[in-house]
């Protein structure tokens, strides 16, 4: 994805979980069912999850050598870079029992990029005039996910205000001269000089009159 919301991510976070799930088979049991593959935003990272969530699965174990074993038969060793990939995610593993903190924070920067990007996508729709298909609807989920401290609470209810907006069905507006001058409403006429603007603003005077 090119869209800005693929800055969204904690990848010390991600590779910290990761480490801590290969280290602790007890602490991946705990840990495995509170959060899902595409929450990591690195394909490797998702990749190398699922292939511990499979070894958990299978032998009730997440260490590293049923985890290559699977990784090996799905033919992704190359696509995680390698397997010194999963030495280098345990050697640099801060601590193994923060297990559950990493997770959390790897939940939160998926919800922030998942919101972003329903964000962007309503935008492209309404910028572009197409059907929205419940984008607005998506896009306030998303925003309500989202974890809230003081100084968002009041962003996010400015955010689910705005975004309801679209879902309302508006009157059709009433034309003085159609679709040019809409009833009580400001209008502003520009153009590059003698394209015309007096003569029309002249003329839309006598129709309107």
């Known amino acids: ?79 995680i870079g390698g397997a010194e990939e999963l030495g280098k995610l345990i050697d640099e593993v801060p601590l193994a029992t923060g297990a559950p903190v990493y997770a959390q924070l790897v939940r939160d920067a998926a919800k922030r990029r998942r919101a972003a990007h329903s964000l962007l996508t309503l935008g492209t729709t309404i910028r572009t005039g197409g059907e929205l298909n419940g984008q607005a609807e998506a896009a306030i989920e998303a925003i309500k996910s989202l974890s809230s401290d003081d100084r968002s609470v009041a962003i996010k209810a400015e955010m689910v205000d705005a975004l309801s907006l679209t879902l309302q069905e508006l009157p059709p507006l009433d034309y003085i001269i159609e679709p040019f001058l809409p009833a009580q409403s400001l209008v502003m006429l520009q153009g590059d000089p003698k394209a015309g603007k007096s003569c029309f603003s002249l003329y839309s005077a006598i129709c309107s009159a």
């Open 1 to 79: 994805m090119s869209e800005p919301s693929t800055a969204i991510h904690a990848p010390e976070a991600e590779a910290a979980l990761l480490g801590s799930l290969l280290l602790d088979e007890v602490i991946a049991l705990e840990v495995i069912p509170t959060i899902n593959a595409d929450d990591f935003y690195a394909t490797r990272f998702r990749l190398i999850f699922e292939a511990i969530r499979y070894a958990v699965a299978q032998h009730q174990s997440s260490g590293v050598i049923p985890v290559l074993e699977r990784l090996r038969a799905a033919g992704q060793i190359d696509e």
